[in-house]
């Protein structure tokens, strides 16, 4: 079940992330064993019907950058994602905050935009589809 949790905008905080990038699955799996990972819904935008990643976010945008939905339906990316998933879990928390500060939050978008850019080498590429066989001429 890739959802912890039913979508609802005045429930759990919900973090959607690509699951088909290992180097995203990794982090992601590191931050639900903390405490506090339990007030979020953990969503694999790869995973899930497009539907169940709510109004104003696509696949295709829910793939691209990691997104949380915070309880009042706002919807959040990049490195502000992170600094609101943060500011909810016990022992990062003062990481979150740590980006509030304003050049401080910039520079982690600016890093977080780098990730993106080199993400590709880490995420699988799907296999192209196999080809029919070719028809042999008898040999005469």
Do not use: K, N
């Amino acid at each position: 079940m890739p959802t912890d949790s039913p979508q609802t905008t005045d429930g759990p905080v919900q973090v959607f992330y690509d699951g088909g990038c290992p180097v995203c699955s990794r982090e992601i799996a590191f931050y639900r064993s903390r405490p506090g990972a339990d007030g979020f819904a953990w969503v694999d935008a790869s995973q899930v019907p497009e539907a169940e990643l709510g109004s104003g976010l696509s696949r295709d945008a829910a793939l691209a950058r990691m997104h949380v939905r915070l309880a009042d339906g706002r919807l959040v990316t990049g490195a502000a994602a992170f600094a609101q998933m943060w500011r909810r879990m016990p022992g990062l928390r003062w990481l979150g905050r740590l980006l509030a500060i304003p050049p401080l939050g910039a520079c982690a978008e600016l890093a977080y935009q780098l990730f993106l850019r080199l993400r590709p080498i880490w995420r699988p590429v799907r296999p192209p589809a196999p080809r029919p066989p070719v028809p042999r001429s008898p040999v005469p």
